[in-house]
């Protein structure tokens, strides 16, 4: 009779602890996803980081969250941060591309794995993260250079000279975008990259940039403006007023803000690239699939549209960024 008992309270201890354990709502909840943001320096990066926190929160995660605020040492130090404390995924927007293999490394030895987001980190090394999610900057280049060799193609002007702001360097996007667009442009004979200054992706620090080669005379013979982002197309813009300059040039700004898309059907600038900030759903369902065991492809793309004085501008969807 007492060997009986105890075998029955086995089987229900064993039956109960099972139930426990196939909740899986309440098994996501105990899950720590570290996301380390690069910074705060376009409002492109402000939709960009609420997306993102917004879908992992509504998938249940715990959000350990760190902005490095634009400084790439500190934002290796916040993945650091997340490895020791044992976090169970890492999503990494990172800022700079280099730097990133021993410490994706270290993660590695730790069973954490990493999923890059927006842009993009150098190394050979696939082992080191599961997938990258983001937009093709080199695309987004090539689609700004393509509208500047239509919009010339039946110009007779021998020489078309361009002034390209550039984002950070060491950064992705920057590298990208500017081979892109020169890849593309290098099709024209006529058009070349004449000058060039470099603005961080802050619309300040593009506004001190620029006037400063407007005082040096640097854009005298500019027929195009060709800006890694809006906040510096934006700042591009404030130096131009200020020096009561005439708007003359033909403008292509990438990442798609509400403020550039006004300015596009006002007609002060002609082509607006889009960068998607709105990742966040993809990068939740991919660290989802993740922990389901499922299949992750190695890249996954963000789609992103062009729009120009050349379209409807009437049909274009609200910004909300
Ligand atoms: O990495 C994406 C770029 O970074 C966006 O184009 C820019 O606005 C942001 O700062």
Known sequence: MKKRIIILFVIICFLTAGCGKSDPAEKQQELTIGFSQAGTESNWRKAQNK????????????VMYRNSFSDPKQQMQDVMTFIAYQVDLIVLSPIEENG??????????????????????????KDLYLTHIGSSFKAQGGRAGLYVTNHYQKEEQDTINVFEIKGSEHTSPTRLRHDGFAETVGRDPRIKITQSITGDFI????????????????????????????????????????????????????????????????????????CNPFMGNLVATTVKRYFEKATIPEDIYVS????????????????NY
């Open 100 to 125: 990133w293999e021993s410490i994706l490394e270290e993660a590695k030895q730790a069973k954490i794995p990493v999923i890059i987001v927006d842009r993009n980190i150098a190394t050979n090394r």
């Open 203 to 274: 619309r300040l620090k593009s506004k001190e940039a620029f006037s400063k080669a407007i005082d040096e005379g640097q854009l005298n013979d500019i027929d195009v403006l060709f800006s890694h982002n809006d906040e510096m197309t934006l700042g591009a813009l404030d130096a131009l007023k200020d020096h009561q300059i005439e708007n003359k040039f033909v403008i292509v700004s990438i990442d798609a803000q509400k403020e550039m898309i006004d300015l596009l059907k006002s007609g002060q600038v002609n082509c607006v690239v889009e």
């Open 51 to 62: 997306s993102i926190n917004e879908e992992l929160k509504k998938k249940n995660y715990q």
């Open 304 to 319: 992103d549209t062009v729009f120009s004085d050349q379209n409807d501008l009437g049909t274009i969807p609200p910004r």
